[in-house]
């Protein structure tokens, strides 16, 4: 998946999403967001000063936020992301109430709109997670320098080919032309069954 692309659909299709936090105890805390603008440097979004989301995010500078679209579970196509955010200059504070004029009903003068930051999520990895196709449809991109590292599970040179895992990927996504067999990881849901199911030990997690 292009990052620019899962941005942009983040920004325009999905829209709002949930992001969590950690407070001043160590704890997770979420709130709702709306993503304004979105390019090939990251994520923008604009927060309030008093909030204290906002001195959340001067305090630790990370986020993780998830958007979901679709009709019910086996119609959606869910995005995340995680990442460091910064504050970023005013100018573009201008260019995201005008792509999102429903901000003047909220802050209606120039005033009140002095009251607002823009952030920018400017490094990080993101997943794409399309349930609606079978099988299921996973990719990963990333955000500035950030480098991603594996995750889910492989199938390593113990494989001798058997194939129990087979019966137990709800996916069928374990390619068994080659020995050792291959996990093909854009379909994978990372339940962990072939993990558990290998006799020879051969399948470990990434990462």
């Known amino acids: 998946m292009e990052t620019k692309k899962a941005l942009t659909y983040l920004e325009k299709e999905i829209h709002s999403v949930v992001v969590a936090t950690v407070d001043d105890n160590g704890l997770p805390i979420t709130c709702a967001i709306d993503i304004m603008d979105s390019d090939e440097d990251g ?6 000063k008093g909030k204290s989301f906002c001195e959340r995010l001067k305090k630790r500078e990370y986020i993780s936020l998830t ?8 119609s959606c196509v869910a995005v995340s992301v995680r990442g460091r955010v910064r504050e970023t200059d005013s100018a573009r504070l201008e260019r995201l109430i005008l792509k999102n004029p429903y901000m003047k009903e909220i802050y209606p003068t120039e005033a009140s709109r002095q009251a607002l930051v823009v952030f920018q999520l400017y490094e990080g990895s993101g997943e794409w997670f399309d349930l609606s196709k079978k099988p299921i449809e996973r990719s990963y991109f990333t955000i500035g320098s950030y480098k991603e590292k594996g995750q889910g599970y492989e199938i390593t040179n113990e494989c001798i080919g058997c194939r129990t895992c087979e019966a137990v990927c709800p996916q069928g996504c374990i390619d068994f032309n080659t020995t050792p067999a291959v996990i093909l990881q854009e379909n994978c849901l990372r339940c962990g069954n072939c993990f558990e199911a290998c006799p020879q030990k051969a399948v470990v997690k990434r990462g």
């Open 67 to 74: 958007g979901m679209k679709g009709k019910d579970t086996l």
């Open 43 to 48: 994520l923008y979004f604009l927060m309030a």
